[in-house]
């Protein structure tokens, strides 16, 4: 989902991985290690002093949070490019059982995902 989102957003506007200067990622319940972060900077071969910023844990609050910290770097960072990649998969919390009330979240919360470049 990630990688997809991604390869769509360069192609679309013709942006060279190596330009863009701040990564944002939110997931509000997958936080793997490595970093979602990490693996998008080696996928894409990021430059080396990108900063990078990896939220999770805050829900579904965590997208404009996210978008707001790029916001705000690009006013100190005014001649940069910064991709917001927001995300979620709820593999790990997958309820399994036959209890109706139970699989609300499963049909509401799946795995998707977004990306802006500012």
Same mark, same amino acid.
């Given at each position: 989902?990630?990688?997809?989102?991604? /390869? /769509?957003?360069?192609?679309?506007?013709?942006?060279?991985?190596? @330009?863009?200067?701040?990564?944002?990622?939110?997931?509000?319940? %997958?936080?793997?290690?490595?970093?979602?972060?990490? #693996?998008?900077?080696?996928?894409?071969?990021?430059? +080396?002093?990108?900063?990078?910023?990896?939220?999770?844990?805050?829900?579904?609050?965590?997208?404009?949070?996210?978008?707001?910290?790029?916001?705000?770097?690009? @006013?100190?960072?005014?001649?940069?490019?910064?991709?917001?990649?927001?995300?979620?998969?709820?593999? @790990?919390?997958?309820? %399994?059982?036959?209890?109706? +009330? #139970?699989?609300?979240?499963?049909?509401? %919360?799946?795995?998707?995902?977004?990306?802006?470049?500012?």
């Amino acid at each position: 989902v990630l990688f997809g989102c991604i /390869d /769509d957003l360069l192609k679309k506007t013709g942006i060279s991985p190596k @330009q863009i200067d701040i990564l944002v990622l939110n997931c509000s319940l %997958f936080n793997p290690t490595p970093s979602l972060t990490a #693996m998008i900077i080696n996928k894409y071969k990021l430059r +080396s002093n990108i900063l990078s910023f990896n939220l999770s844990g805050m829900g579904c609050s965590a997208s404009p949070i996210s978008v707001g910290l790029a916001r705000d770097l690009l @006013q100190v960072y005014s001649a940069s490019h910064a991709l917001v990649v927001s995300t979620e998969n709820i593999t @790990q919390n997958w309820y %399994f059982g036959n209890e109706k +009330s #139970m699989l609300i979240p499963n049909t509401l %919360f799946r795995m998707g995902g977004a990306c802006m470049l500012l």
